[in-house]
């Protein structure tokens, strides 16, 4: 899923009245975003895996970025069986690996 396959799911969600497309989300849209558990969210930041923002208000936002890695990570716990960490772990690995991928493209285009 891409941040702009996001963006779109997130403008169709019901009682979401953002006055201009947002590169945030609520903890509450990340859950439905994602499918994750509450105490999920709570554990991948203690992890340091994901940092979100705090509102003035204490409540946090998270980037779409975070959801879409999320959404990464808990297909390879729920289809993999694979803990957190491990799936953290190989989610980054992937990151790393597209980020490398891109740098290869763009070499590519100036040789």
Known sequence: MTTRRLREMMMQLP???LP???DYVAWAQLVELTSIQPGEVAELI???W???KKTSA???LFRLRDVYRIHKLMRLVNDLDMSF???SIVVDLLDRVEELEQEVEELKRLV
Do not use: F, Q
Request: charged share 20%; no cysteine.
């Open 20 to 22: 201009e497309p947002s």
């Open 46 to 48: 203690e992890l340091g």
């Open 85 to 87: 960490n491990s799936g």
């Open 50 to 52: 994901i940092s979100p």
């Open 58 to 60: 204490d409540e946090y």
């Open 15 to 17: 009682g979401l009245n």
